[in-house]
T-cell receptor
Framework: DAMVIQNPRYQVTQFGKPVTLSCSQT?????MYWYQQKSSQAPKLLFH???????NEADTPDNFQSRRPNTSFCFLDIRSPGLGDAAMYLC??????????????FGPGTRLTVL | AQSVTQPDIHITVSEGASLELRCNYS??????LFWYVQSPGQGLQLLLK??????LVQGIKGFEAEFKRSQSSFNLRKPSVHWSDAAEYFC?????????????FGAGTRLAVHP
């Protein structure tokens, strides 16, 4: 039944050690998003893919990268995690980019701890 | 800049009591408006959304929300809260233009329900 799956649910990494978070979807949606949610803060959009087109938010640090090898999978790479990158990372999908008519479906998130 | 304010960080209600969660937005024009719920360990789930038309919107799980243009508000209500409603609630807006479904979230309101 799971539609948006994130692995792992909890990830611990060391300061400066690259880490990859995974998201997969069974909805065959065109759009996949990555959000960062720090403790007691609102989720903040990092970037999204529309099919293979990558769209970075202007204020997303270069330390964050993403890959989408196929429709089902999308990865978030953090090249050199800092203590400030500890957060919940949420993946979401939508069928298209039509705004109101397309609901975003969220995964359960990956909680990243940086030691 | 666009922003969403949820003035109440934590709310506690008794089971069976009525609930109102506040949301105010700052935007040049009426954006798309959403309420999401996040249960512990789960992803965000859409409760309801508004763009135009009837200002009282019905959602899932017995929730409704009322849009008030004069107050730039989109408050979420439920007449009788159940223990299973304990969760975090996020109000979000999306701009009418921009070509994609960019959600801007409030910081959330954590709801606790007393038996």
């Amino acid at each position: 039944d799971a539609m948006v799956i994130q692995n792992p649910r909890y990830q611990v990494t060391q300061f400066g050690k690259p880490v990859t978070l995974s998201c997969s979807q069974t909805l065959n949606h065109n759009v996949m998003y990555w959000y960062q949610q720090k403790s007691s803060q609102a989720p903040k959009l990092l970037f999204h893919y529309y099919d293979k087109d990558f769209n970075n938010e202007a204020d997303t640090p270069d330390n964050f990268q993403s890959r989408r090898p196929n429709t089902s999978f999308c990865f978030l790479d953090i090249r050199s995690p800092g203590l400030g990158d500890a957060a919940m990372y949420l993946c979401a999908t939508s069928r298209d980019l039509a705004g109101f008519t397309d609901t975003q479906y969220f995964g359960p998130g990956t909680r990243l701890t940086v030691l | 800049a666009q922003s969403v304010t949820q003035p109440d960080i934590h709310i506690t209600v008794s089971e069976g009591a009525s609930l109102e969660l506040r949301c105010n937005y700052s935007y040049g024009a009426t954006p798309y408006l959403f309420w999401y719920v996040q249960s512990p360990g789960q992803g965000l789930q859409l409760l309801l959304k508004y763009f135009s038309g009837d200002t009282l919107v019905q959602g899932i799980k017995g929730f409704e929300a009322e849009f008030k243009r004069s107050q730039s508000s989109f408050n979420l209500r439920k007449p009788s809260v159940h223990w299973s409603d304990a969760a975090e609630y996020f109000c979000a807006v999306a701009p009418l233009s921009g070509g994609y479904n960019k959600l801007i979230f409030g910081a959330g309101t954590r709801l606790a329900v007393h038996p």
